[in-house]
């Protein structure tokens, strides 16, 4: 039997402690993660869940305090300073929200990528124009190789960001709020741009962001609650009986090698489960019902049709 290939992104049991003044802050408290080769990832949460943190040790700004975690087959809690340095310059690409802190005002398009790679020094000099002009060609705005920044529009400079972030032939790319600063319409421009290189380059991608509309582009979103992932988003597109293309999504709650499950907060708020519960095992299921005492009712709960004091996880 032939193993299972390494996924490009693998997290487990990831815990990072933050001490300020004396007080420790846990932002993650063993996380698990899993992003296979080639997909395309959003990553949701509340602010404070812990999404930018694991970003930053993903790619290579931070470390861990436990747990494990590898990309692109670097294990990045027993790296040294030089292996960082490349693994950052040549087995990552990252995009901030901030235009400005991803290209040089100064530079042209071009220039931008020029340098990225110069620095780098991943891609043969020789080959460094040919790819340089060919990512800005799939990107749609091969045209605008010999524009600085503030000639460009926040959806274009965003693209030469990528563009850059690309330019070292990275096998992960992550972005932090990539479509922060944008419309909705040039949001999806965007995205469509990052399905396009990902597509072209066998690219597995991660991108974090607090706006749904960027989570409906990917068939795959990850919510971070409490430093932990708590449920996953599936999408699908399928043909209906009427020949119609219609996309279904399905969450599922994520279940942890400790066998811990966050239950979604509406559902506690439904059914009024609180402090403890009741597990009962099924045949094919597992009953989760209130552990309130019998005959009394859940706190700040009310008679609502179709509400039985059930919840059922299959």
Not at 40 to 67: E, N, Q, W
Not at 96 to 120: C, D, F, K, M, P
Not at 138 to 167: F, K, N, T, Y
């Amino acid at each position: 039997m032939t193993a299972l290939a390494e996924p490009d992104i693998l997290c487990e049991g990831l815990v990072r402690i933050f001490t300020a003044q004396g007080v420790e802050v846990q932002a993650l408290q063993g996380l698990d993660l899993r992003v296979e080769h080639g997909e395309l990832v959003a990553l949701v949460g509340a602010s404070g869940s812990g999404k930018s943190t694991l970003l930053g040790i993903l790619a290579g700004l931070d470390t861990p305090t436990a747990g494990a975690a590898r990309v692109a087959g670097h294990d990045l809690t027993t790296m040294r300073r030089r292996e960082r340095i490349a693994y950052r310059r040549g087995s990552v690409g990252f995009i901030w929200q901030q235009t400005s802190r991803n290209l040089i005002g100064y530079l042209t398009a071009a220039e931008n990528i020029a340098l990225a790679q110069h620095v780098a020094g991943v891609v043969p000099r020789a080959e460094r124009e040919r790819r340089g002009t060919e990512l800005l060609e799939l990107l749609e705005i091969g045209e605008l190789a010999d524009r600085r920044p503030a000639e460009l529009s926040g959806g274009q400079q965003q693209r030469v960001a990528l563009a850059v972030a690309l330019s070292n032939g990275p096998r992960v790319l992550l972005a932090d709020e990539p479509t922060g600063e944008l419309d909705e319409a040039t949001s999806a421009q965007v995205l469509e741009a990052m399905e396009t290189v990902g597509r072209e380059h066998g690219l597995t991608t991660l991108v974090v962001t607090h706006d749904p509309a960027v989570a409906e582009h990917v068939d795959r979103t990850i919510r971070i609650r409490d430093g932990r992932t708590s449920t996953e988003v599936l999408r699908r597109t399928h043909t209906d009986a009427e020949g119609a293309r219609v996309r279904v999504a399905e969450e599922f709650a994520v279940l942890d090698r400790a066998g811990r499950m966050q239950l979604p907060a509406e559902f506690q708020t439904a059914l009024g489960l609180r402090d403890r519960v009741r597990l009962t095992l099924e045949p094919d299921r597992i009953e989760v019902r209130s552990g309130q005492p019998h005959g009394a009712p859940p706190a700040d709960a009310t008679d609502a049709p179709g509400v039985s004091g059930e919840e059922e996880t299959r």
